[in-house]
């Protein structure tokens, strides 16, 4: 089955620095991967995904992730925090075939300090 | 212009009384999906529609049922909350399955069990 390890529950940033949340993720086929962002009492939002095109993958509000086979991993980052960007960030996996359904990561709860 | 759209936003029900938690689509996707998160955790799928082909997730409960009577609405029926029911309840949908297609969340229905 496929699954997704999210390292550091919680991370915290200055305003102004990099961010760097991790997922490696378990497969032996490369599945899809998506990075989606909560914020307080809403639904998840889609961040970015890798589908097996380019790997270094850019995805909205300034965040990219870049999918490394060799490490298993598919790790989240963005040059500079923004205050707006604290919030709640699931790394998720589905299968190349059936029901595209999501696995998700236990997630990990980004801080961003003034 | 909103997409995926669940009814109510919160919802207070008392153990053992049963309630519906409803989802519509303007996307006219055909899958659509119910995860459960409670607190601090990842979201847990409950199970999926393909069209009209319910799909039960192994471990989801059984006092947990599911409807969709057409292509834009779906429903999730808690036969007889209790407790541990209370959570988040989020509605997703996606264009088709497999193939990476990324899947559209709701805002979530937060339930309450008294």
């Known amino acids: 089955a496929q699954s997704v390890t999210q390292l550091g529950s919680h991370v915290s940033v200055s305003e102004g620095a990099l961010v760097l949340l991790r997922c490696n993720y378990s497969s032996s086929v490369p599945p899809y991967l998506f990075w989606y962002v909560q914020y307080p009492n809403q639904g998840l939002q889609l961040l970015l995904k890798?589908?097996?095109?380019?790997?270094l993958v850019k995805g909205i509000n300034g965040f990219e992730a870049e999918f490394k086979k060799s490490e298993t991993s598919f790790h989240l980052t963005k040059p500079s925090a923004h205050m707006s960007d604290a919030a709640e960030y699931f790394c998720a996996v589905s299968e190349q075939t059936g029901a595209n359904n999501l696995f998700f990561g236990t997630g990990t709860r980004l801080t961003v300090i003034p | 212009d909103a997409m995926v759209i669940q009814n109510p936003r919160y919802q207070v029900t008392q153990f053992g009384k049963p309630v519906t938690l409803s989802c519509s689509q303007t996307?006219?996707?055909?899958?659509m999906y119910w995860y459960q998160q409670k607190s601090s955790q990842a979201p847990k799928l409950l199970f999926h529609?393909?069209?009209?082909?319910?799909?039960n997730e192994a471990d989801t409960p059984d006092n947990f049922q599911s409807r969709r009577p057409n292509t834009s609405f779906c429903f999730l029926d808690i036969r007889s909350p209790g407790l541990g029911d209370a959570a988040m309840y989020l509605c997703?949908?996606?264009?088709?399955?497999?193939?990476?297609?990324?899947?559209?969340f709701g805002p979530g229905t937060r339930l309450t069990v008294t």
């Open positions: 997703a949908t996606s264009r088709d399955a497999g193939q990476g297609y990324e899947q559209y």
């Open positions: 529609y393909y069209d009209k082909d319910f799909n």
């Open positions: 996307l006219n996707h055909n899958v």
């Open positions: 890798y589908t097996s095109a380019a790997t």
